[in-house]
Every structure is written in structure tokens, then in C-alpha cells.
């Protein structure tokens, strides 16, 4: 579990999508199975797919909070280095504006 997590914060929007798409996949031959069957079968086979898609939500739920928690990591992070290195930052603003302004006037 933990490799895994280590994993979904270095490539979180590839490992959401291939969450995702594992738990649509499944809800959806699941769905496919209950709409062949009758009876009980049937409502076990649709209770498993709502299953499969209530996971997906909750892996949507995390990646969201992970996704919020890295932000607000880097928010800070960025705000405790411009308070620490004002000047620097200055430079580097009035450095990156100059590289897009150069950039947008050759179109």
C-alpha cells in the first residue's frame, strides 16, 4: 500500500485515470452480467457493481485531498521562500515576465 501511495503522488492524474477506468471496467461487466441474469444473482451482481463504483468515488475523494494537500504544501513553501529571499523573487518574476512578454510579441 504504501509503494502504491508513493506511486499516485508522483504520477496522480495517470494513476486516477487507471483507478478509475479498472472500477468503471468492472462495474460495467458486472452490470453487463446482472442485465443476462434473474433473480438473486442479478441483484448480488448489481449490489457488487454499486460496490465497484462507490470505490471509485472514494479513490476520487482521496486523490482530491491528496491533491489539496500537495497544494497547499507548495503554497506555503513558496510563500516561506519569497518571504525569506524578497529579492530573489522579484528577480525571478521580472525575469520570467520579460521571457513571456518576448515570447507573446513574436506571434
Not at 20 to 35: C, G, I, V
Request: proline share 2%; charged share 30%.
Amino acid at each position: 500500500m504504501a509503494k502504491r501511495k508513493s506511486l499516485a503522488t508522483q504520477s496522480t492524474p495517470d494513476a486516477l485515470i487507471e483507478d478509475l477506468k479498472a472500477s468503471l471496467d468492472h462495474a460495467e461487466e458486472l452490470l453487463r452480467q446482472a442485465a443476462d441474469a434473474t433473480g438473486e444473482k442479478a441483484a448480488d451482481l448489481r449490489v457488487r457493481a454499486l460496490e465497484a463504483l462507490d470505490q471509485g468515488r472514494e479513490k476520487l475523494r482521496e486523490t482530491q485531498a491528496d491533491l489539496i494537500e500537495q497544494g497547499r504544501k507548495v503554497v506555503h513553501e513558496t510563500d516561506q521562500y519569497v518571504q525569506d529571499n524578497p529579492w530573489k523573487a522579484v528577480g525571478i518574476a521580472g525575469v520570467t515576465g520579460l521571457l513571456l512578454g518576448a515570447l507573446l510579441s513574436r506571434r
